[in-house]
């Protein structure tokens, strides 16, 4: 009896042992994430500031309507195609596309229209659809654009017109 007793112990304390003496599992750590090809930019912004009443909030929720998040800009997906499809594309892409100019995609905006270009990458001011825009004879019928509305376009003309 004693034999097993002594048996018995021996192997918990060397399962013990070889568990490290941990009674529970822990999950795996998960794999560090691939390592992504990063755009140069400008100089890194400090990574700490000290804290004063008067600082104001860095979210993105705080900041208006008409600037961009600094790491992203904007995108033509997520905030020029949606104001198009609310504003354009019933005169401009839905049943009709008045003046040749189809405003569904990407690709269609930048054929322009029975005028020609109304894009000009990188200079808003040469573009037509923003002249148009800005003058307020487009949209002809419904709400006319806000002024966040018309500077996102803007922006998003001046910044290149990258379909992103």
Do not use: Y
Not at 62 to 76: D, I, K, L, N, Y
Request: glycine share 8%.
């Amino acid at each position: 009896m004693k034999t097993k007793l002594i048996l018995s112990l021996t192997v918990l304390i060397l399962i013990t042992a070889a568990c490290g003496g941990q009674t529970t599992q822990t999950a795996p750590e998960p794999a560090a994430p691939a390592p992504t090809e990063s755009q140069p930019t400008a100089a890194p912004a400090p990574t700490t500031a000290p804290p004063t009443e008067a600082a104001a909030p860095t979210t993105e929720a705080a900041m208006p309507a008409t600037e961009a998040p600094a790491t992203g800009g904007v995108s033509f997906a997520n905030d020029v195609m949606p104001i198009f499809k609310n504003s354009c594309v019933g005169c401009h892409g839905g049943d009709q596309t008045r003046a040749g100019l189809d405003l569904k995609t990407f690709e269609s905006l930048m054929a322009g229209s029975v005028n020609g270009t109304v894009i000009v990458s990188g200079n808003s001011a040469e573009s037509l659809l923003i002249q148009m825009v800005e003058k307020g004879k487009m949209p002809k019928r419904g709400d006319k654009l806000t002024p966040e509305q018309a500077q996102i376009i803007s922006d998003w003309v001046a910044a290149g017109a990258l379909n992103n």
